[in-house]
């Protein structure tokens, strides 16, 4: 059922949810001044540069940049898509979540009944293994994988028992069931629309997203039934190039990790985890995509992963090469290590143990290592064609390396191999079209650039301090001044006069989704004022005040410009009169 979230109940939410009390209970805090202060948990660092603000209930990173609200970390630090941030906020504070609204946000239908007809079934799998009759078989193949009780524990291993119906005989009772069951993938229609369960005497693993919810299972065949392997289709819930299988289990042993492992399958991770080595995920039968190397990035200081070292998985950390490389931003590390053939992480740690394997693991080769061994494969670097060749070939894969150290020192590196200058490689590969940080938008125009407009003055003060607008006097008329960004901060001041005690976090996520969003959030970044409260208010009103002044020049300009094409009717004269005495230079009408 489709559903609104009311502004109103995100202006509460904000209001009730502590930003202090919520980032402390994942990145320790300590108090510095009128602030807290942490590492940064969106970056490596040593020196904490990390602030979180009780007054503005906002955070902010002076190293890597991150800032926002409550809404926003937990988007961030969580990976939640907004909905899901409000929802888990919500429920820390006992609030339910309406619908309706008259400044509505979009909601797409309520996966709860997927979720927990989901978990039903992990439940039903799992009783499965420990005692159906046909389980024993299963329990053997487990057994003969050296996976211990802890293990099947640990990542709930089930088992789905034969038969056509066994689900919609257990769960899917009543009729809005079987739709459940049939929207979560967990049973398909057969040809003559006859509903059968999709897994069928195989071992079950099933797969939590990040937040720990179960989106969807595996089954590995027991007999020679094909295909070995099967997944859950895409559902509402689970989209297979953005889940990664033991990512939720990894993180239930710690949250940021310094290496990561990337393996192929399920077994793999459980043969991993068996033997200690609690820090590999593997892909659902895909390839690495983007969504997948997100949170790999912001969790791990380093990814690796792990291919066999035939020519299907040297194709295979090629295409990783090409998805990466436009997230390899600053601090981010890759590498790739490569087995013997025939082996896979679950055979050779079974064969070798799990020293062998972590060996391998600290030295693999780091992408950029991999990426030109790769390309001087593919040419002749003692001739001048092949050194050609080789910066051609270079060209399209730097160009998606973001802007910073990395690609500057593998343009260095392509250099020394073609002999070309830095400067030459620039103008072979072009230069980056944008800066790191994307530009903001503006909101005014200053001819003086080291002082902000005074729209932007007043829109930072109010950002900053929002008690200081909600008594203010609005000049009459302001709403017709010609000047960037004063319809802004009139929507502000307004916005304020009706919520005296909105925060700078409410105002923000006021205007999460408009195009104004991200320049308030910018400008909350900055330093605030350095004025008591009385003298802020005086701030803003002399703002005000020399606003009016313009517009008043505006209005003296304009009727100056009429009164050199047309006659000005006798209220116009009067105005223009009063404007003459305060506008130097003016001349009285005739």
């Known amino acids: 059922m489709a559903g609104l979230i009311p502004q109103e109940f995100i202006d509460d939410l904000v ?31 040593k020196t904490p540069s990390f602030t979180v603000s009780a007054d503005k209930q906002f955070y902010h990173c002076f190293g890597c940049g991150a800032h926002g609200t409550a809404i926003g970390f937990l988007m961030e630090y969580s990976h939640l898509d907004f ?28 996966s709860t009944p997927l979720y927990a007809m989901l978990e039903q079934a992990r439940g039903y799998f799992r009783q499965q293994l420990a005692g159906h009759p046909a389980a024993p078989e299963a ?3 487990l057994e003969r994988r050296e996976l211990d009780a802890k293990i099947l524990e640990r990542f709930e291993i089930g088992y789905a028992p034969p038969g056509w119906n066994n689900l919609l005989r257990v769960l899917g009772k009543a009729p809005e069931a079987g739709q459940q069951l049939l929207d979560a993938g967990l049973i398909t ?10 897994f069928r005497d195989r071992v079950i693993f099933p797969i939590r997203d990040r937040r720990g919810r179960v989106v969807g299972f595996g089954g590995r065949v027991l007999k020679d039934d094909t295909p070995k392997y099967l997944n859950s289709p895409e559902t509402p819930v689970f989209h297979k190039g953005r889940e990664l299988y033991g990512l939720y289990q990894a993180l239930q042993i710690q949250g940021h990790w310094p290496r ?14 068996a033997r200690g080595i609690d820090y590999a995920v593997a892909t659902l039968g895909t390839a690495v995509t983007e969504e997948h ?3 790999l990035f912001r969790l791990a200081d380093e990814v690796v992963f792990c291919f066999d070292g035939d020519r299907a998985g040297q194709k295979a950390a090629w295409r990783t090469v090409e998805v990466a490389l436009p997230a390899l931003r600053d601090g981010c590390q890759a590498a790739f290590v490569f087995l013997p053939e025939g082996e896979d992480p ?23 290592e991999f990426l030109f061994s790769h390309l001087q494969e593919q040419v002749d670097l003692s001739s001048l064609d092949g050194r050609a060749r080789l910066a051609g070939l270079a060209r399209p894969l730097v160009e998606k390396i973001p802007p910073g150290a990395l690609r500057q020192l593998v343009i260095k590196r392509l250099g020394s191999l073609t002999g070309l200058e830095s400067a030459e490689i620039d103008e072979v590969v072009g230069r980056p079209s944008s800066p790191t940080r994307p530009s903001r938008p503006r909101i005014s125009q200053s001819t003086d650039r080291q002082r902000p407009s005074l729209v932007r003055s007043a829109i930072q003060l109010l950002i900053h301090h929002p008690e200081v607008g909600a008594t203010a006097a609005i000049p009459v008329d302001l709403d017709k001044l010609e000047l960037a960004g004063t319809s802004l901060l009139l929507e502000i001041l307004g916005l304020l006069a009706e919520k005296p005690s909105l925060s700078t976090a409410g105002i923000l996520e006021h205007f999460r989704d408009r195009p104004e969003g991200r320049h308030l959030t910018q400008l909350a970044t900055l330093a605030p004022p350095a004025l008591s409260s009385e003298g802020l208010s005086q701030e803003l009103q002399d703002i005000l005040a020399r606003l009016l002044r313009k517009l008043e020049e505006q209005r003296y300009r304009h009727l100056a410009q009429k009164c050199g094409n047309t006659a000005l009717s006798e209220a116009e004269k009067e105005e223009y009169r009063r404007l003459c005495s305060a506008m130097p230079g003016g001349e009285n009408p005739g």
């Not at 990561?260 to 985890?273: F, N, S």
């Open 260 to 273: 990561l492992v990337v393996v192929e399958g399920y077994t793999d991770v459980l043969a991993l985890a």
């Open 83 to 110: 909905v899901e941030a409000v929802e888990e906020l919500a429920s820390r504070v006992g609030m339910d979540i309406p619908r309706g609204g008259d400044t509505p946000r979009p909601r797409g239908p309520d």
């Open 139 to 141: 329990r053997h193949y």
């Open 15 to 45: 209001a009730r949810v502590d930003i202090v009390e919520l980032i402390d209970e994942l990145v320790h805090l300590k108090k510095a001044g009128r602030e807290y202060k942490a590492c940064c948990p969106f970056h490596d660092e």
């Open 293 to 295: 190397l997100k949170p």
């Open 346 to 368: 679950d055979s050779l740690i079974r064969r070798l143990g799990p020293e062998d394997f972590e060996q391998r693991v600290a030295s693999a080769s780091g992408l950029t």
């Open 189 to 198: 229609e057969g040809s003559r629309n006859e509903p059968y369960d999709r």
